[in-house]
């Protein structure tokens, strides 16, 4: 795998014309983008089809959850559109809706463990009696099993979650920071070097290069990081 293709940078923008400044600014920097809700709703599927058209790797963030019919009816629809990535819930009905649907295409489809923003006590008043570890370890279990082609976890998870999946899948860790930056949202972080050699196989970074002031800048520290690993 090239260097350059394990940073993810998240198009987590308000606009579509926001998102197309930072991707006209980081230009040849930068190979992949995520785009997830926020901006999926204000035009961001237009956007991907127009990246993809320029050669950008696309992981669409959609976290698909719904009945096994619809669950395979988006997925026909988004793979004709040339998306790399795309994540589901890791319920084993909706993964084996899913892979059944992507069979013959080229997606790597991504199982939503626990997401980033979540911390133990999030989980309890969500309903579940499991902690984060085995939560994930469970959850990353299943999707290897079902055959899905990767699993999104938090970096903390990466190292547990590459014994449980193998060289194979990819591992792709959102709660990217580097030392002493801000958190934001994020409760489960780590340091991009330290989430390459846990385990995981991408990092997706969004406000640390998309809020910089140079955003090439906060992207060449984070590729020059990737490339020390």
Not at 75 to 92: D, F, N, Q, R, S
Not at 132 to 140: E, K
Not at 147 to 161: D, K, T, W
Request: with cysteine; hydrophobic share 45%; net charge neutral.
């Amino acid at each position: 795998m090239i260097q350059r293709d394990r940073l993810i940078v998240g198009l987590d923008l308000p606009t579509v014309r926001e998102a197309e400044r930072v991707v006209s600014i980081l230009g040849d920097v930068v190979s992949s983008y995520k785009i997830g809700y926020q901006l999926l709703f204000s035009g961001g599927l237009e956007l991907a089809r127009h990246l993809v058209s320029d050669g950008k790797s696309i992981f669409l963030d959609m976290k698909l959850f719904d009945i096994e019919n619809t669950i395979a009816a988006s997925i026909e629809h988004i793979a004709k559109m040339g998306i790399k990535m795309l994540t589901v819930h890791a319920y084993p009905q909706t993964m084996r809706a899913a892979v059944s649907a992507a069979r013959g295409t080229d997606i790597c489809l991504l199982a939503v463990t626990v997401l980033t923003s979540m911390d133990e006590v999030d989980l309890r008043e969500s309903g579940y009696d499991k902690d984060i570890m085995t939560m994930v370890a469970m959850r990353a279990t299943q999707a290897r099993d079902i055959g899905m082609g990767g699993v999104v976890c938090s970096p903390r998870e990466a190292l547990m979650v590459r014994k449980i999946v193998g060289d194979h899948m990819a591992i792709v860790t959102p709660g990217i920071r580097m030392e002493g930056g801000e958190a934001d949202d994020q409760k489960r972080f780590m340091a991009p070097d330290k989430a390459l050699k846990y385990g995981s196989s991408h990092i997706v970074v969004s406000r640390p290069i998309v809020r910089a002031a140079d955003p090439v800048i906060a992207a060449k520290e984070f590729l020059h990081t990737i490339s020390l690993v």
